[in-house]
């Protein structure tokens, strides 16, 4: 799982038929203190997240798993809306 | 799941069985604002995207869900074809 | 299976119905001699592993069967708390 | 899915044992133009591929379908020999 | 899969029950010609493999159905003991 900022929507005509109704946000993969992680992905949401959310996301086979339909080909689902992450990098 | 604009096709002679039938694309992985990312990747498409249409795509075991033999050794799937997409770097 | 310092924690006010209860922990990937690897991520956590800990985690599918619930949408997870790892470079 | 050239093989004296007679080939990935791309990996082959030959391969659960036992512990497998692939970057 | 040299060991004093007996393998990946790849990982190994010794090795789901325990929450496996690895980069 990693932390992701809400960035926008992906709208589409044409469609698997298990992913009618499932909403896809653009979402910005970032650290516990909220510094860019690589490029933005598209991940289905089953919280009514919105852009400018901080979230906590997972891949593979797990993401279908919030889905209405779990056969839904998807691999990047968001899992929960974040309120608050932090890490003390003088642990290391 | 990712974005990415299909550049072109694959044609094979010798395939494991259950592959017969399935289409496949040279498609680049691009952002939500088209920005190319990373390297083409070899896609099955049940969708009939051609080249030039801008899709999302899914790894793994979803991939294949897309196909009518879901046993398909199929790791990369085209499931939309995408109209739109935004995203807010400003939110970050 | 990769090796990780623990940094800190996550906490949501908005979760997939299956994550409640579910522990999550900051962690930074380190190699044998505790060199941080790549970008510190979220995992779950069933072993009561805190701040400070050096543990080992896995990814994917495995990482939900060390949870009460194995259909949660996890994708990180901790298995082990680590008291000693060692390895010799001029093996290669 | 990906493409690659096949580089070499490689032979055992210890084996997991639904690995026996599996046919392992080192293949280094490829573009679409057969730029080479990242590090070559070692692939299990059902289809009589040799070096040389260009062919798509799989990772993950999908890789071991290609094989009579399918719970070999295998992650990358060929699964077919290509004759032809094209992509217009022009389309980006 | 890709081969990998064993550089050493993994004890802990806490484990996910599954994985009580499973000896654990710090490795460092590398090419056909044993150029080192990437970072060193951690490794199930049910072949009595040791330091010193080349390996091949899965990731993913793969990797634990090497061991006794298939539920066992293990991501890196170790399958085999290579004896001979062997390439030919003029055919690119």
């Known amino acids: 799982m990693e932390l992701a900022r809400v960035l926008g929507r992906v709208s589409c ?4 038929p298990t992913l009618e109704g499932v909403r896809l946000l653009v ?4 650290e516990h203190d909220e510094t860019p992680v690589g490029d933005p ?19 593979g086979r797990e993401a279908a798993l919030t889905l209405p339909n779990t056969y839904a080909p998807v691999d990047v ?10 890490g003390d990098r003088s642990l290391l």
């Not at 979402?27 to 970032?30: L, N, R």
């Open 41 to 59: 992905v598209v991940a289905a949401d089953a919280l009514q997240a919105g852009p400018g959310d901080l979230v906590s996301w997972v891949t």
């Open 27 to 30: 979402i910005q993969p970032v």
């Open 13 to 16: 005509s044409v469609k698997y």
């Open 77 to 86: 689902g968001i899992v929960e809306i974040v309120d608050h992450a932090w």
